[in-house]
C-alpha cells in the first residue's frame, strides 16, 4: 500500500515550458487535491476533485490546469511556466466525496523551480 | 476577511515538558479544522481533524480543542520527545467552501 504517490521529486523548468504533476492513490479514495506551498505563504489549494469526472477551482487556480483520469490519479498542468509558479507541490487524497470533510493523505511533494 | 494565524512561529522546548500549540481563525462560521505535522522535505501527516459540533479530539500524547466563539484551536503536546520536532499546521474549512490554512509553528525538543 504506497498511499499517495507523486512524480517527479524535482524539476527544473525554463519560463514558457509546459509540463505535468503526476499524482495517484491506492486507497480507493473520492477526493483528491493539489496545493503548492510557498515560504511564509502557508499551504494553498490549487484545484480538488471531489470524485471522479468532477474538478473545482481552488484558491490559486490561474496557470494551472487538471485531469482525474480516473479514480486513482489526478494530474496537475502548467501549460507555459512562469518564475511565479517556483514552489512545492503537493498532492493529497481523502476517502470522502464532500470534500475536505475527512482525514487527508499527502504526497510527498514536487520541488519545481521555473527559471 | 477569513485568515488563520498560528502564534508562535517557532517554539523550543526541553524533552518532556507539556507545551500547547495555537491556531487562531477570525471568522467563528468554520465547517472544520484539521492539525497536521510536517517533517522537513516531507508532505503532511494528519494529526487530528474537529469538525464543527465538537469541542476535542484526542489520539495518544495529543489533544486538540476547539472553541468557535472565540476563534481559536489549541493542540496540546503532553510529555514532548525529540521525535515531536516538526512543523506543525491547522487549516480552517469555513463554511464558505474556503480552505485556509495557517503558516505552522516549527517545534524543536532537544533531549
Known amino acids: 500500500n504506497a498511499g499517495v504517490t507523486q512524480t517527479p521529486k524535482f524539476q527544473v523548468l525554463k519560463t514558457g515550458q509546459s509540463m505535468t504533476l503526476q499524482c495517484a492513490q491506492d486507497m480507493n479514495h473520492n477526493s483528491m487535491y493539489w496545493y503548492r506551498q510557498d515560504p511564509g505563504m502557508g499551504l494553498r489549494l490549487i484545484y480538488y476533485s471531489a470524485s471522479e469526472g468532477t474538478t473545482d477551482k481552488g484558491e490559486v487556480p490561474n496557470g494551472y490546469n487538471v485531469s482525474r483520469l480516473n479514480k486513482r490519479e489526478f494530474s496537475l498542468r502548467l501549460e507555459s511556466a512562469a518564475p511565479s509558479q517556483t514552489s512545492v507541490y503537493f498532492c493529497?487524497?481523502?476517502?470522502?466525496?464532500?470534500?475536505?470533510?475527512?482525514?487527508?493523505?499527502f504526497g510527498p511533494g514536487t520541488r519545481l523551480t521555473v527559471l | 476577511k477569513q485568515e488563520v494565524t498560528q502564534i508562535p512561529a517557532a517554539l523550543s522546548v526541553p524533552e518532556g515538558e507539556n507545551l500547547v500549540l495555537n491556531c487562531s481563525f477570525t471568522?467563528?462560521?468554520?465547517?472544520?479544522l484539521q492539525w497536521f505535522r510536517q517533517d522537513p522535505g516531507k508532505g503532511l501527516t494528519s494529526l487530528l481533524l474537529i469538525q464543527s459540533s465538537q469541542r476535542e479530539q484526542t489520539s495518544g500524547r495529543l489533544n486538540a480543542s476547539l472553541d468557535k466563539s472565540s476563534g481559536r484551536s489549541t493542540l496540546y503536546i503532553a510529555a514532548s520527545q525529540p521525535g515531536d520536532s516538526a512543523t506543525y499546521l491547522c487549516a480552517v474549512k469555513y463554511n464558505t467552501d474556503k480552505l485556509i490554512f495557517g503558516t505552522g509553528t516549527r517545534l524543536q525538543v532537544f533531549p
Open positions: 471568522d467563528s462560521a468554520i465547517y472544520n
Open positions: 493529497a487524497s481523502s476517502e470522502f466525496s464532500e470534500w475536505f470533510t475527512d482525514t487527508q493523505y
